[in-house]
Structures are given as C-alpha cells and as structure tokens.
C-alpha cells in the first residue's frame, strides 16, 4: 500500500515502540543524505522513513494512524481470499502465519516494489497478513467470509470451502453426529429386535 508508514520501515503493525526505533536507525542509517550524496532515490527513502517515524514513534499520533489506516485497508481488499493471499489452510495458527508472511515478503526485492503490479502484490500480503494476525480481525474476516449454499436442507457451509480432503464433513460436525447418533440408534434396535425374535 502507498504511503504505508509500517511498509516504509519495513515492520508489521504489532510491534513495540522500540522496534520501531530500531528498524527507523537501520533504514535512516542506510539512507542518510550524508552517506547517500547526490543519489536522489535515497535522499527520499529517507523522507519517506523519517516521515513514517515522526507518526509511528508518537504513541498518539500512532494510534490516530492506525484508525485510518483500518478504514484503508478495508477500502481496498485484497482480490483474493486472505488464506489463498498467504497460501496457508483456514485452521493455520499464528506461528504459520507468520512464517507464511515472511518468507513470501521475502520474495519481494525492495527494488522491484517500484513496480505496479509488485506493489500490489506485496500489499495484499501485507493486508493478508495484518489481519490474520491479529484474532479479533481474524474473527472478524472469518465471519464474513464463509461460503453458503441453499440445500433442500436448508443453507449449508460450501463444500468446495472445506478445509477437509473428505469433502463429508462440509455439513458441519453437528449433524455428522447426528447421523452417526441415528445409524447407532438403527443398529442397536436391530440388535434388540434380533434378540427378541430369537427368544
């Protein structure tokens, strides 16, 4: 995303304030006007990282940033589905969305973010990855993201939006039970009518 402060210092929304620091002394270090004389290219990156520091290094100004930043990245979704973005299954756990997110931010040089069509790509990552992050957001996408049909059953989770191999358990696992509590109801009557007539 354009002007994204988080993007710019190369970090993710969650950090801590000294992380922030941290990744702002690397990059000013490596873009400073006076190691970087008369290249253009780094005296801007290091506006753009001095200009992402000044707001995200301000506890207020920090926050007031995210706010419109949310609104942002739910103006302008992704294409895709945020899992498929990631390559990851919907039941992933934090620890595999992250490796998910670095090793594909990884695949995207800094250099050719100056492409368009890279740049969109490395923010829908990004998006992907802020909100499966964070488990209110997660919640939040996963809810308004289930895939529903109308069956003579009634309205049913999309089997083709499993996460399963056996494309059975799209029903859900209530009423998987509760056609193996019916089947056991079966087979123990049988038995009881077996028994009885045997008598």
Request: glycine share 6%; net charge negative.
């Amino acid at each position: 995303m354009a002007d994204d402060h988080y993007a710019v210092l190369g970090i993710h929304s969650h950090v801590a304030q000294n992380a922030i620091e941290r990744a702002y002394r690397e990059l000013a270090k490596k873009y400073h006007p006076d190691v970087n004389k008369d290249d253009l290219i780094a005296t801007e990156k290091f506006r753009e990282v001095q200009a992402a520091f000044d707001v995200l290094s301000d506890p207020y100004r920090r926050h007031e940033y995210d706010a419109e930043r949310w609104v942002r990245i739910r103006q302008n979704k992704p294409r895709e589905d945020y899992y498929t973005i990631l390559g990851i299954h919907r039941l992933a756990s934090l620890e595999e969305i992250y490796t998910a997110h670095a090793q594909l931010a990884g695949e995207y040089p800094e250099a050719g973010l100056s492409d368009d069509g890279l740049a969109r790509e490395f923010r829908d990552i990004l998006i992907a990855f802020e909100v499966l992050s964070d488990p209110v957001e997660r919640n939040a996408y996963n809810d308004t993201t289930l895939s529903f049909k109308t069956t003579r059953t009634g309205v049913v989770r999309d089997p083709m939006e499993c996460d399963y191999d056996d494309r059975s358990h799209a029903l859900g696992p209530e009423i998987g039970r509760g056609i193996i509590v019916v089947l056991l109801a079966l087979v123990l009557l049988c038995i009881t009518l077996l028994k009885w007539l045997g008598k």
